[in-house]
């Protein structure tokens, strides 16, 4: 004849201790997850916090353009068409070839010319440069000029005595070479017809008198308390200590540069403009 146990007794002779470990085992199948199921988790991109940093910035072009307006549009143009600042409605930015770099350029800044942007969030930086990629999709301008009869224009307009242009000329002006790439044709034609106002930043012209008498015009190239270097029109790069000089002039807010309006006509002005901002192969 068997002998029966009661349930409490079988399992342990306690009633309340198998109360304890059912409760127990309840909770670890609940709320406890298996090493692969944690795994699983990670990979879903549900792992907390740690993991919601590494989500990228997400990027809105039209919250980037009321930003871009108002830091940005001073120098480069309402529409990045460019203006003291480089053309920025193109495919390819030379300083920002990515995005990352992109972004980088408008935080940091290039110095001297660009002040950084240490004042915008990483949203912000994002959305502005998510806005100058737009650029490069709308509508170009219109140049309604012939490069053939420019380019004309500019050899009899004796332009290579102070600009070098795909390896040919002086360099006693800015290289022309890829000006089209930095600047839009309405900045260059506005920039033929008065040179004097837009004339860059840090651009001085000096007239220097040395102790023998010697009168040495050109560019400042550099300039500090006790000296000053000069490259005149032939490219001549003169070196002074300023209190040996006779006289030392500013004049500030010249340029050597005439008006082309003074002897082009509107459509010459169109034409050259035309040849100025062709595409030239990069060497």
Known sequence: MRTRYPVGAFLGGSSRLWRFETLLLFVCLTFCQSPAAFAQSRSNGSGGASEDAELPVKADPAAGKPIFERHCAPCHGMSGSGGRGPRLNRSYLPHAPDDTELRSVISNGIPPGMPDAGYLSDDEIANVAAHIRSLAKQPGEI??????RGAAI????????CHMQSGKGVGFGPDLTHIGDARSAAFVKSVLNNPAAEIPDGFLMVLAVTPSGQTVAGIRLNEDTFSIQIKDHAGNI???????LRSLQRLTGQTPMPSFAKFLSPRELDDLVSFLISPRPTT
Not at 143 to 148: A, H, I, K, L, R
Not at 154 to 161: D, E, F, L, N, T
């Open 143 to 148: 140049v309604t000029g012939n490069p053939d």
């Open 238 to 244: 003169f070196s002074f200590r300023k209190s040996e």
């Open 154 to 161: 500019y050899a009899r307009s004796g332009c290579s005595a």
